[in-house]
């Protein structure tokens, strides 16, 4: 299974800005799953925010994880977001469990834990960036193929090196820990939001790689790179961990 992972160079508060600028981006590539980072859709309302991650997924002929948008609710915005497959069906929606940082301070409210959702016979789950933080988010979910992780990762470093090695160091953890891939789609570090920096931490963790300087790729150069999710060689290193008694 090959997954793609969208790197934008700008953010926008129009929504549709952001999904014209990454339908353009990813045109001319192929795969299987393609995963946008957070806040992809804005503050676009609910259902124009659906049509255009569905839209992405048809016109693309993969499955979108649809980064996120906030969407507005009694009480105040949830950030939220879906996963639509090739065919334009609806696999799963996802919302932010631990809002952070400004949007705490800006009245984001905490959503519900998604239940992942099956793509050619493996299990995928979603995490919105802080929620990966939190190992919490991923026990009880034995036998998770992959980690899907859209971020808009803000920080308050001078510059973007400090995050970027924390969330390296996160996710590889995270993928070792529960034996499952790690995907993790950020805006380009050069991307602002109300005037707070990205570090643009995209990148990817393999569990089980074949040189001890595989463990994590990323960030990488492009705005659309892809990872192949080798699920044969996961299979082989969740058994022999097995064997050795790690549970």
Known sequence: MK?????????SPD?????????ELVASHAGDVMLLPELAGSSLPRAGYLDRVRTLALRSGMAVVGGSHYDAVNGGPINRGAVFGADGTLLAEYDKVHPYGVELRSGVLPGRPGAGF???????????????????????????????????????WDGPAPAR???????????????????VSDWHHEATYLGHPCAGVTGFADPCPRTHEGFFSGPPPAEVSAY????????????????????
């Open 3 to 11: 997954i793609l992972l969208v790197q934008p160079p700008h953010w």
């Open 118 to 156: 099956d793509l050619h016979g493996r299990r995928l789950r979603v995490l919105l960036c802080a929620d990966l933080w939190y190992s919490g988010s991923l026990a009880g979910h034995d036998g998770l193929d992959a980690v899907l992780v859209p971020a808009f990762s803000l920080t308050r």
């Open 165 to 183: 090695e924390l969330w390296r160091h996160m996710s590889v953890a995270r993928a070792y820990e529960f034996m499952t891939y790690v995907a």
């Open 228 to 247: 192949d999710l080798d699920f044969d060689r996961l299979d082989a290193f969740r058994r022999d961990r097995a064997e050795r008694g790690f549970r």
């Open 15 to 23: 929504g549709h800005a952001n999904f014209d600028a990454i339908e």
